[in-house]
């Protein structure tokens, strides 16, 4: 696993409130290209980029190129089974009383889902565009210290 060589240029250029280049930035990880080679891709391939990417956004550009992609469910022993990739989609919590889903601290699902984060996982490593690459170990660490849960789960790998 490597960190796209434009990671630190394309994240501070799409840094957004409410969104981001994560999700992209996975993409270029599984793919071994850099977030702009995804970014064209992405648009070859018709799929609008608002600024942030969802599940189904993800899923699509990885089928279409060519990978299987699985939902999975949260079990932290498909992680290190094997080599494929995860795609670990993390909920930052709110500050609101209510932190449970769909509101996870925040006012509304809507503004919940604004606050959320993509980061993969290989092989013991994990990778977030914003903080490189660490150990699977220090995973739970990172999540306790930016107050965030991981909801949900595709498991990515070409047969």
């Not at 956004?57 to 469910?73: E, S």
């Not at 990778?127 to 660490?141: D, Q, R």
């Given at each position: 696993m490597e960190i796209p060589v434009d990671c630190k240029e394309m994240t501070e250029k799409y840094h957004i409130d409410n969104g981001g280049i994560c999700g992209q930035s996975c993409l270029a990880v599984i793919e071994n290209i850099s977030i702009?080679?995804?970014?064209?891709?992405?648009?070859?391939?018709g799929i609008e980029f608002k600024g942030y990417s969802g599940w189904k956004q993800l899923r699509d550009y990885l089928k279409k190129r060519g990978f299987i992609v699985k939902q999975r469910r949260m079990s932290f022993l498909n992680l290190i089974s094997n080599n494929n990739f995860y795609?670990?989609?993390?909920?930052?919590?709110?500050?609101?009383?209510n932190k449970e889903k769909p509101f996870y601290g925040w006012s509304f699902w809507t503004e919940a889902s604004a606050n959320t984060h993509f980061i993969l996982v290989m092989d013991l490593k994990v990778f977030c565009n914003e903080t490189g690459i660490f150990e699977y170990s220090h995973l739970f660490?990172?999540?306790?210290?930016?107050?965030g849960i991981i909801t949900s789960m595709l498991e990515v790998y070409k047969e």
């Amino acid at each position: 696993m490597e960190i796209p060589v434009d990671c630190k240029e394309m994240t501070e250029k799409y840094h957004i409130d409410n969104g981001g280049i994560c999700g992209q930035s996975c993409l270029a990880v599984i793919e071994n290209i850099s977030i702009q080679e995804v970014l064209d891709n992405w648009k070859k391939l018709g799929i609008e980029f608002k600024g942030y990417s969802g599940w189904k956004q993800l899923r699509d550009y990885l089928k279409k190129r060519g990978f299987i992609v699985k939902q999975r469910r949260m079990s932290f022993l498909n992680l290190i089974s094997n080599n494929n990739f995860y795609i670990l989609r993390v909920q930052w919590i709110g500050e609101m009383e209510n932190k449970e889903k769909p509101f996870y601290g925040w006012s509304f699902w809507t503004e919940a889902s604004a606050n959320t984060h993509f980061i993969l996982v290989m092989d013991l490593k994990v990778f977030c565009n914003e903080t490189g690459i660490f150990e699977y170990s220090h995973l739970f660490n990172y999540l306790a210290e930016n107050n965030g849960i991981i909801t949900s789960m595709l498991e990515v790998y070409k047969e």
